[in-house]
């Protein structure tokens, strides 16, 4: 049969219909195939999943000096939407303004399908520009405890290979 005249359906089709994540809250978050609106960025809803904590434990180890009574987003909001766009290809925080609407891109931060915009462009950099050596100290920290925990009892030893230079095969 010509690529032209591909069926409508596949028959005797074994691949679920939906996937159920993990909820948000009371909503129900889960991906469907049937459905003629689809994102592209469903990987989102993945990396939420995988992320389990992480990103409330990265705001934990950062200091927020914002004035909080203009503050829309949460650091680990913040964190989730920058680590989520850089995972999918939008590694520029310009891309934020592009992605601040999208609803998959919400539930990865964590916020719900029908709350306001995610970060701006100008929040994210001042994020990133506010991050200090203590901070990072402190992510690191977050992210060597979050691996040690993985583990049933912690490794005898563990190599951090902090070489910069591109390995050319």
């Known amino acids: 049969m010509p690529a032209t005249h591909l069926p409508q359906t596949v028959p005797n089709c074994t691949a679920p219909l939906q996937i159920a994540f993990s909820p948000l809250g009371r909503t129900r978050v889960q ?3 049937d459905e003629p609106q689809l994102s592209s960025d469903g990987g989102a809803l993945l990396i939420r999943e995988a992320a389990n904590g992480i990103f409330q434990a990265m705001a934990s180890a950062i200091r927020d000096e914002r004035n909080q009574a203009y503050v829309q987003d949460t650091l680990d909001e913040l964190l989730a939407q920058r ?3 850089i995972c999918h290809g939008y590694e520029d925080a310009n891309d934020c303004d592009t992605m601040r609407a999208d609803t998959v891109m919400k539930l990865a931060a964590g916020k719900g399908p029908d709350a306001g915009p995610l970060g701006s462009q100008p929040t994210m950099t001042r994020l ?7 901070d990072l100290t402190r992510l690191f920290y977050v992210f060597a405890d979050t691996f040690l925990d993985s583990y049933e009892t912690a490794p005898e030893s563990m190599v951090i290979d902090m070489d910069p230079t591109t390995n050319r095969v």
């Open 31 to 33: 991906a469907v195939f």
């Open 83 to 85: 680590t989520v766009q």
């Open 128 to 134: 990133e520009n506010s991050v200090g050596l203590r």
